[in-house]
């Protein structure tokens, strides 16, 4: 809720070179690294989903995009070298770089053609570049979130108690 509150309040506003930070595309791929798949798919679903309360005519795109994306750098992420620093930033960059463009192709399939052009490869570079001076405050609050469970009931499958 906090990067959506930033996302629509602050965020928007700020377009250097015509160009948008997406901050809930970042929590849906970092999600995916520190949680797992289960995790960044369920984090990436949700910040789409909200993504597409405050934005009309999406029809869930977003919450399909961030919730795809998020499970598979999950996935991805597993087979990497975790301890080295290159790999964060070069795997949120390449994830938000395509997640953004399947989105832009996405909105030109649902009928809005005007983001299906060259312009849409300009457009998601800058959201790399964004996602990448995004990653650290993000991760930051990740790591809190997940501190706070003991990094296991968020990462575990719901049990269900019956008396």
């Given amino acids: 809720m906090v990067l959506l509150c930033l996302q629509v309040s602050l965020f928007a506003h700020i377009r250097p070179f015509g160009v948008a930070p997406d901050a809930l595309v970042v929590a849906a791929v970092v999600g995916g690294i520190l949680g797992g798949p289960n995790y960044g798919a369920r984090n ?4 789409g989903l909200l993504l597409d309360l405050v934005i ?10 961030y919730g795809t994306f998020g499970y598979g750098v999950g996935l991805i992420s597993r087979s990497l070298d975790s301890e080295d620093p290159r ?3 070069i795997l949120v960059a390449l994830t938000s770089f395509l997640a ?4 832009g192709l996405g909105l030109g399939v649902l009928g809005s053609e005007q983001f299906v052009n060259w312009g849409l490869v300009g ?3 800058g ?4 996602s990448v001076i995004l990653i650290s405050p993000v991760r930051s609050g990740y790591r809190w979130a997940l501190a706070a469970s003991d990094g296991v009931a968020r990462t575990e499958p719901a049990r269900v108690v019956v008396n």
Wanted: hydrophobic share 60%; glycine share 18%.
């Fill in 127 to 130: 959201v790399a570049i964004f």
């Fill in 123 to 125: 457009v998601s570079a």
């Fill in 87 to 89: 790999v964060l930033p």
């Fill in 100 to 103: 953004t463009g399947t989105y």
């Fill in 56 to 65: 009309p005519g999406a029809l869930g795109l977003a919450a399909g995009v």
């Fill in 44 to 47: 990436g679903f949700l910040a």
